[in-house]
Nanobody, 125 residues
Framework: QVQLVESGGGLVQAGGSLRLSCAAS????????MGWLRQAPGKEREFVAA????????SYGNSVKGRFTISKDNAKNTVYLQMNSLKPEDTDFYYC??????????????????WGQGTQVTVSS
């Protein structure tokens, strides 16, 4: 079993930056990919970014391309989301998620098997 713990959320002004961290513990050898998704109240979870653990290949949602960067630290079993040029519309609850096997479509919440508890990101205008 794998557990995910996020940190790094908070309040920031528009144009600012935040870095989210997600530490994985437990049976991390089963990790195929890790990703970040976000969700506002009453809305579906939106894909933000994903990273394939073995190859380092990354993918991003259209709304964050060029502003957000996903990266990893193998030694710490940790994935990061560097968020720059933040906008008020980035305000959401951000979840770290883990995929245990390859899937054809990765930009949907259903592709992920393990979820963290989430962290709030609020961007003020």
């Amino acid at each position: 079993q794998v557990q995910l713990v996020e940190s790094g959320g908070g309040l920031v002004q528009a144009g600012g930056s935040l870095r989210l961290s997600c530490a994985a513990s437990g049976r991390t050898l089963s990790t195929y990919a890790m990703g970040w998704l976000r969700q506002a109240p009453g809305k579906e979870r939106e894909f933000v970014a994903a990273l394939t653990w073995s190859t380092g290949r990354t993918s991003y949602g259209n709304s964050v391309k060029g502003r957000f960067t996903i990266s990893k630290d193998n030694a710490k079993n940790t994935v990061y989301l560097q968020m720059n040029s933040l906008k008020p519309e980035d305000t959401d609850f951000y979840y770290c998620a883990l995929m245990t096997k390859a899937r054809i479509i990765t930009a949907v919440a259903a592709a992920y098997d393990v979820w963290g508890q989430g962290t709030q990101v609020t961007v003020s205008s």
